[in-house]
């Protein structure tokens, strides 16, 4: 996955409660096949939400409006995320183009499924997050930093706010590395074990 240090974007105010995992990504778009830069879910984020019943856009909803088309971050509802513990949610997110989620909670699972694939879920107080869908409405397409460096959110109006993340999960983003990531790093100590394991125990390992 990509390396997360600090973005700067346009900011998209979300302010629906409980959108779950069914939500983020319909089932029905699960039968495609996701492979990164050929087919990915980017259609399929929040396509209900997005979309009426003739699969026309809403005109109402935020994502669809000129001023916050090409959000990389999104100022969430109260418990984003919830729901089923489907991966293919935060694939969704990533492949809309979505780095950074900014909300008051989300799903527990669906938070560690973000940090896995590249994304921020940076938990704010309602007050701030609140503050931020005022600011996003009234100036729209106004943009927002994340620092995972210092832990902070910078409003438009230059407010801080820090958020908490925990410290392996952190450096791991900073690195860009995700479970594969982190067992490659001892690769050198895991195939140096393997060919010692060989010399010392031969008949075990012909059995393998």
């Known amino acids: ?7 700067t974007a346009i900011a998209a105010p979300l302010d629906i409660a409980k959108i779950d995992t ?14 990164p830069g050929v087919a990915d879910y980017a259609d399929a ?3 209900d939400l997005r979309f009426d019943e003739k699969d026309q856009p809403r005109a109402d909803f935020p994502l669809n409006q000129p001023p916050y088309r090409g959000a990389a971050i999104l ?14 949610a935060a ?20 938070v560690s499924n ?10 704010l107080p309602i007050a701030a997050v609140r503050d931020l869908w005022r600011q996003l409405k009234e100036h729209p397409g106004a943009q927002i930093t ?38 490659l790093e001892h690769l050198q100590q895991i195939e140096a074990f393997e060919v010692s394991y060989r010399q010392r125990m031969p008949w075990r390992a012909s059995r393998i």
């Open 22 to 35: 069914g939500v983020i990504l319909p089932g029905r778009f699960m039968r495609i096949r996701r492979i």
């Open 114 to 123: 973000c940090l896995q694939n590249g994304i921020v879920p940076a938990v």
């Open 45 to 47: 984020f929040v396509h």
């Open 146 to 183: 994340v620092d995972l460096v210092k832990q902070a959110v910078i409003a438009p109006d230059g407010t801080r706010h820090e958020f908490a993340i925990d410290a392996t999960r952190k450096e791991r983003l900073l690195k860009g590395l995700d479970d594969v990531g982190v067992t």
């Open 1 to 7: 996955m990509k390396p997360f240090t600090t973005l």
């Open 75 to 88: 100022v969430t509802g109260m418990d984003f995320g919830c729901g089923s513990s489907r991966e293919g």
């Open 91 to 110: 694939y969704a997110v990533l492949d809309f183009g979505v780095r950074a989620l900014i909300g008051p909670s989300f799903g527990d699972v669906f």
